[in-house]
């Protein structure tokens, strides 16, 4: 993979949770080599605002804050790995297509659920329920993530949590490894559940460009 295709892989998961475990690919456990795009906290705020994960506003508080605080950016980088695994650990199990651990999920951090409702519990204690008079519905805003150094794990991890509790399991999909796909997990919104490949133009392409070789050389044999 070369250095020009860092930063500019899609994002098709239909969710942020989803999008996140995407940020590794191919997701394989280790099966094809692994090119992970959150290697440093600049990748994670890039990669936060490109996917609609924070807004302008709050692309700018957090840069502020771990430029003069270096040391929380790598926290804030190290927690979203962390979500992120876990996340995956839950998820992928459930995901038709998917690769699962022949060690199943490592035990020795604890479960990835502990992981992840711990990481939760820090995330609702910098949540704030904000009353707004001018709502039609609902009487308050829940903000999650008013601290700017912990801004994107804290979302993030809310976001892992809310999907878990309400994914419709026969949308959860992985991009079929088995069939030359990425792994990467996304949500089959489509009508008739006919979604096979994380995008048409990557994986979908190079398997129908397979197809063709294959029946090419079968037919000049
Ligand atoms: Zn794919």
Redesign the pocket.
């Known amino acids: 993979m070369t250095d020009s295709f860092r930063g500019e892989y899609r994002i098709v998961g239909g969710h942020p949770a989803l999008d996140l475990v995407n940020t590794v690919s191919p997701r394989t456990r280790g099966g094809a080599a692994e090119v992970d795009h959150l290697t440093s906290p600049a990748e994670l705020l890039a990669w936060s605002r490109r996917s609609g994960l924070i807004d302008l506003r709050d692309y700018s508080a957090v840069e502020g804050t771990w430029r003069s605080a270096p040391e929380l950016a790598v926290k804030a980088l190290n927690a979203t790995l962390e979500i992120r695994e876990a996340t995956y650990d839950v998820l992928a199990p459930r995901a038709a297509h998917a690769v699962i651990a022949a060690d199943g999920v490592k035990q020795s951090e604890g479960s990835a659920f502990e992981r992840l409702m711990l990481r939760w519990s820090a995330a609702a204690a910098r949540s704030m329920l904000i009353p707004d008079p001018a709502r039609d519905r609902g009487i308050a805003e829940l903000v999650v993530g008013t601290s700017p150094a912990q801004l994107i794990p804290d979302r993030l991890v809310v976001a892992a949590v809310e999907l878990i509790r309400t994914v419709e399991l026969r949308q959860l999909r992985a991009?079929p490894v088995d069939d030359g796909?990425?792994g990467?997990l996304f949500l089959d919104r489509s009508r008739n559940g006919s979604r096979r490949?994380?995008?048409m133009e990557?994986?979908g392409t190079r398997a129908k460009i397979r197809k063709l070789g294959e029946r090419r050389r079968a037919t000049s044999v």
């Open positions: 991009c796909g990425c990467w490949w994380c995008s990557d994986c």
